[in-house]
């Protein structure tokens, strides 16, 4: 290699100490920029959360809060106690076509200050004239023994008794023919069969021509007084309400007291001596399936049962369900089954009756011939009894002593017989109002407490 050449290379020597270091790159110092702030942003982080740590803890919880208040808010109201719906008189109302009507379109209190009872209805009814059967044969067997504690006795054996008479299989076919004049079992069987009243009650209840009837036995429920009417229907309707003596004494303790005139507020207050069934739902059943037995003069009836407040003017209600669509008996379809079957399972597996008593009941039915259809004779087969409208006629009093007998025969549940009864009878006049429009004609409350059962020693306290 030429001299020249090495002579123009030039070497930089340094030592360690003390010597300059060459600059680094620009990337690695951003890095290490980064890194350095990052340490401090950590620090300082640390630095607030051991200063405020109880703030951090706190503010998850109130978030929490804050969501299900809102969730709250935003969901249906949660239903209160049964007593919340007492006193409302607000409509009920549904969608038809997209709009959005009252269930129960009752005429304005004018129109029923001057609306005049109708004559009559215009069905021909082939039933005429009802005779009550009454078993004199049977009453003088039994006559020397009908005290309290016999009936009770009796009743624990069988169903049928001194007031229900002794209905026989033969004769419970004969009391489904529909002729001119029927001749049927239909409770009150004897003075001595029970459900006895004072002689005042019954003079009362005999000038009833138009009646709302309920009842209460065993200390069930409570007495709720009925709103809605028009002043022009208060002087031609009677409230009554029957009770035994377990149910007064139960209201007593309430503060309910029975005046001197036999009225709390607007019911007249009827206390039954001596009821006839040890099963007090069965007992229910008189007043409300014998109204023509209690109201002899009475030309309507309408039937609440205890848990309801009814809310609706009753001469309204008649227009309505009654005059307006040519009918003589009124109840509201079943919400929840159509068929007697499937109510039977129903019953069965709500404890309302037991297997083996729904089992004989639907048997002999179906050894009868009813047929397992949603709807009988253009009606929906099964029916919510909570409510009844109807005009006292023979054609509506048949059906109802047939009813009546059912019960006593099989089980308590009047919703697993009625369609029977529908069915067998095929009876002209009957309509059947929409759930919508019950719940519009009451409020509901439900039951107040478990009905006392009926022992030896409360049925003779109720015959003193």
């Not at 035994?244 to 206390?271: F, L, P, Y």
């Not at 007043?287 to 037995?293: I, N, T, V, Y």
């Not at 009918?327 to 159509?338: D, K």
Request: hydrophobic share 35%; glycine share 8%; with cysteine.
């Amino acid at each position: 290699m030429p001299s020249s050449t090495i002579r123009s290379i030039s070497i930089t020597v340094s030592d360690d100490d003390g010597a300059t270091a060459p600059a680094a790159p620009a990337p690695l110092r951003a890095r290490a920029g980064r890194r350095k702030v990052a340490r401090g942003l950590g620090q300082r982080a640390v630095r607030l959360v051991a200063r405020w740590w109880p703030v951090l803890l706190l503010l998850p919880a109130v978030a929490l809060l804050l969501f299900e208040a809102s969730r709250l808010r935003a969901s249906p109201t949660a239903p209160g106690p049964p007593v919340s719906s007492l006193g409302r008189l607000d409509p009920t109302t549904r969608l038809v076509r997209g709009v959005r009507e009252p269930c129960l379109k009752l005429l304005s209190p004018k129109s029923l200050a001057n609306l005049a009872f109708p004559e009559g209805t215009g069905l021909d009814y082939l039933v005429k004239t009802i005779i009550y059967k009454s078993d004199d044969d049977d009453y003088d067997t039994y006559r020397s023994e009908a005290d309290s504690t016999y009936l009770l006795q009796h009743a624990e054996a069988s169903r049928f008794n001194l007031f229900t008479g002794f209905q026989t299989l033969t004769e419970r076919e004969d009391g489904f023919k529909v002729n001119g004049t029927v001749n049927v079992h239909c409770g009150f069987y004897s003075d001595n069969g029970g459900f006895k009243m004072s002689d005042e009650d019954r003079r009362y209840m005999r000038a009833c021509k138009v009646v709302v009837s309920t009842c209460a036995f065993g200390g069930g429920d409570d007495l709720y007084q009925p709103i809605g009417m028009t002043n022009s229907s208060i002087g031609r309707v009677c409230y009554v309400a029957f009770w035994d003596k377990v149910t007064q004494s139960t209201q007593e303790a309430e503060g309910k007291i029975i005046g001197d005139n036999g009225m709390i507020g607007r019911w007249r207050i009827i206390v039954v001596k001596s009821v006839p069934f040890v099963d007090q739902r069965l007992n229910g059943k008189i007043p409300k399936m014998l109204s023509h037995r209690l109201f002899p003069e009475a030309r309507y009836s309408i039937w609440v049962d205890s848990k309801y407040q009814f809310r609706r003017d009753p001469i309204g209600v008649l227009e309505a369900l009654l005059w307006r669509t040519n009918s003589t008996f009124a109840i509201s379809e079943h919400g929840a089954r159509s068929s007697i079957y499937d109510e039977g399972k129903a019953i069965v597996q709500k404890h309302k009756a037991t297997p083996e008593e729904v089992e004989v009941q639907l048997t002999q039915y179906r050894q009868d011939g009813m047929p397992d259809d949603k709807r009988l004779h253009g009606l929906k087969a099964l029916a919510e009894a909570s409510v009844i409208v109807r005009e006292l006629t023979p054609g509506t009093n048949h059906f109802m002593c047939a009813w009546f007998n059912e019960v006593v025969r099989f089980t308590s549940r009047d919703q697993l017989s009625f369609p029977y009864v529908l069915w067998r009878l095929n009876m002209p006049g009957i309509s059947m109002f929409p759930v919508c429009t019950r719940r519009d004609l009451v409020n509901s409350l439900g039951h107040t407490r478990k009905v006392k059962p009926l022992t030896q020693m409360n049925s003779e306290s109720s015959a003193s």
